[in-house]
């Protein structure tokens, strides 16, 4: 079976439109002694899927079975995402509960709820004479390939000849520097500075529109953070040498500083429903939901993960209906239709909401 395997929230995958669509979760052990339960647990995926009569899914993901390979990736979760023409796969670092969804839509909801929680990140490990750009969440980070041929290294960015210093403002651009002897390295690092925040905000967190994490000794983080244009530098930061972690214990750093985050973060979402609740742009009743989402006048939308919405939307003359004998998770789809809406999607957990609903608004609007 051919699959592309996904390490961030989005894919491509997400935008096809011709099914029909397969969805697959279940929970997996990364260790060789458990991966026959593993295969269990795909088996009995496919056997539901026989009643669907869909044999080119089927046949795909018999191949998988006993696949070493694909095995030897997996960590405590699994997500297979599939149409006629493309899979993707999802090695998650947490547990997610069993499910088959057949459709003429991805099912998205746990893993909307598995990034969100983990609030997926990028990190810049900086010192004097380098940068580094790492991604990932307090579980796993990984570095990232540089996007282009510009310089990276100061002694490229600034050159090496002190008498006629030159430095880029930008990348690809040259600018003549100051030669003075006294602060001639504080200049040269606050150049140097200025040349990696406007790298990586033009061409790193420009595209991914995630946070950004400074890693950094502590004398550099309020240099940096002086010149830093960059609006989605976060204002804490990890204080260390980045040269003398491992992988690991950046992640650790990370879960300590993005652990109080996700707190704040959670309460300010409350917040802000409430306040727009009370000024009338805001809203915890289904039918208010159905339509700001058919109408695209959603801000945010929080879905409650641990109940269930079915029914029918019709976008052409923009009407739904609530209907508890229907198959179809209408929570996922108006997610689907939310975020191609450009709108903040969160999946929370009944205690994490800003009300105990299904499901609530802010609108545009």
């Known amino acids: ?112 709820h598995h990034f969100q929680q983990l609030t997926e990140v990028q990190l810049l490990l900086l010192n004097r004479e380098e940068f580094k750009i790492y991604q990932g969440t307090y579980h796993e980070v990984r570095p990232l390939a540089y996007p282009n041929d510009e310089p990276i290294l100061s002694k490229d960015v600034l050159g090496t000849d002190t008498s006629q210093r030159y430095f880029s403002n930008a990348p690809g651009g040259r600018v003549q520097g100051d030669d003075g002897k006294s602060t001639l390295s504080d200049v040269d690092m606050m150049r140097y500075f200025q040349y990696v925040d406007k790298y990586v905000h033009d061409f790193v967190s420009k595209e991914s529109q995630l946070p950004l994490v400074l890693v950094a000794l502590p004398e550099y983080h309020s240099h940096f953070r002086e010149i830093s244009e960059n609006e989605f530098l976060m204002k804490e930061g990890i204080k260390m040498d980045f040269s003398r972690f491992s992988n690991e214990t950046l992640a650790l750093q990370l879960e300590n500083l993005m652990t109080p985050h996700i707190r704040n973060l959670l309460q300010s979402w409350r917040d802000r429903f409430r306040t727009a609740q009370a000024n009338g742009q805001a809203s915890d009743f289904v039918e208010d939901v159905l339509s700001a989402v058919i109408e695209k006048r959603v801000d945010t939308l929080f879905i409650n993960r641990q109940k269930s919405l079915h029914g029918l939307l019709n976008l052409e003359d923009q009407t739904y209906l609530i209907d508890e004998k229907r198959e179809n998770d209408l929570l996922n789809e108006i997610a689907i239709l939310a975020l191609k809406a450009k709108s903040k999607v969160l999946v929370l957990d009944e205690d994490e909401m800003p009300t105990p609903a299904t499901c609530a608004i802010i609108t545009r609007y």
């Open 1 to 112: 079976m051919d699959y592309h395997v996904a390490t961030s929230f989005y894919h491509p995958i997400f935008e096809i439109t011709q099914g029909p669509f397969v969805s697959i979760y279940f929970e997996t052990s990364p260790y060789g002694l458990e991966r026959q339960k593993n295969q269990i647990n795909l088996k009995n995926a496919i056997n539901k899927l026989d009643k669907h009569e869909l044999s080119h899914f089927i046949d795909q993901l018999n191949e998988l079975v006993d696949d070493v390979n694909f095995w030897n990736q997996v960590k405590s979760g699994l997500a297979i995402l599939m149409t006629p023409d493309q899979n993707v796969i999802y090695f998650l670092p947490d547990a997610v509960k069993s499910s088959l969804h057949v459709g003429e839509m991805l099912h998205i909801l746990p893993l909307l």
